[in-house]
């Protein structure tokens, strides 16, 4: 079966996109960077993102892409896509990415985007997902990391991990305990597409299969 990405002998250059605090650009700095990948580039749609801090730190390219300074969004994803492959992106990572990727965008990543949520997909997408969960009253939580399609969080899993928490009431508990799953899935799946072991079922294209 045809790998999605074929294994690359070098470290895979890959950029990450964010919004936010960036704790998975962190843990994605502290794991895979500089071995499986590099973190050759960090684009962020927030100026003062607290996640561009974390890149500059170690020394990695950052830029700022904020919607209001172009015409539209695809206008200032078709200026973001140019700066990622000047830069040798071969996967885009969204971590706390809060906004969608055109499909042009979409179109020159094909099937190289990836991103990590916090639900088990396909229950939950888009915002507040842990909101919505405790709205619906679940017992078990979880994080999905999947490849982005033109949909909302509805792309093919790739690894998906579950935790129990029955008594959970506030959404900053539930975060807690999701964090560290979020941290090992989301460098998991870079390792994983690195190593070219992802590949889609041919009897089902959503289901990604992992080699051993
Ligand atoms: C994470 O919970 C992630 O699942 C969601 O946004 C949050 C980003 O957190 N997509 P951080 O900026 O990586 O700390």
């Known amino acids: 079966m045809a790998s999605i990405v074929p294994p690359v002998s070098e470290q895979l250059p890959i950029a990450v996109l964010v919004s936010g605090t960036g704790t ?5 700095l502290d794991t895979v960077h500089e071995h499986e990948a590099r973190v050759v580039a960090v684009a962020s749609s927030v100026a003062d993102a607290p996640a561009l801090a974390r890149a500059a730190e170690r020394g990695v390219p950052t830029a700022v892409f904020r919607r209001s300074e ?3 969004r695809n206008a200032r994803d078709d200026a973001m896509a140019d700066w990622l492959v000047q830069c040798g992106v071969r996967l885009v990572v969204l971590a706390g990415y809060m906004e969608l990727l055109s499909e042009g ?3 020159r990543f094909s099937s190289a985007v990836i991103n990590v949520h916090p639900s088990l997909l396909p229950a939950f997408p888009g915002l507040e997902a842990i909101e919505q969960a405790l709205r619906y009253g679940v017992k078990v939580f979880g994080v999905s990391v999947h490849f982005v399609d033109a949909g909302v969080d509805s792309g093919p899993v790739i690894l998906q991990r579950a935790v129990e928490l029955p008594d959970a009431r506030e959404p900053g508990e539930v975060l ?5 799953l979020e941290h090992a899935l989301l460098p998991e799946a870079v390792r994983l597409f690195a ?4 590949s889609a079922d041919p009897s089902n294209p959503r289901r990604i299969v992992i080699a051993g």
Do not use: E, K
């Open 105 to 107: 965008f979409l179109g």
């Open 70 to 72: 172009y015409a539209d």
């Open 195 to 198: 190593r070219g072991a992802l």
């Open 24 to 28: 998975n650009l962190q843990a994605l």
């Open 176 to 180: 807690r305990a999701l964090r560290p």
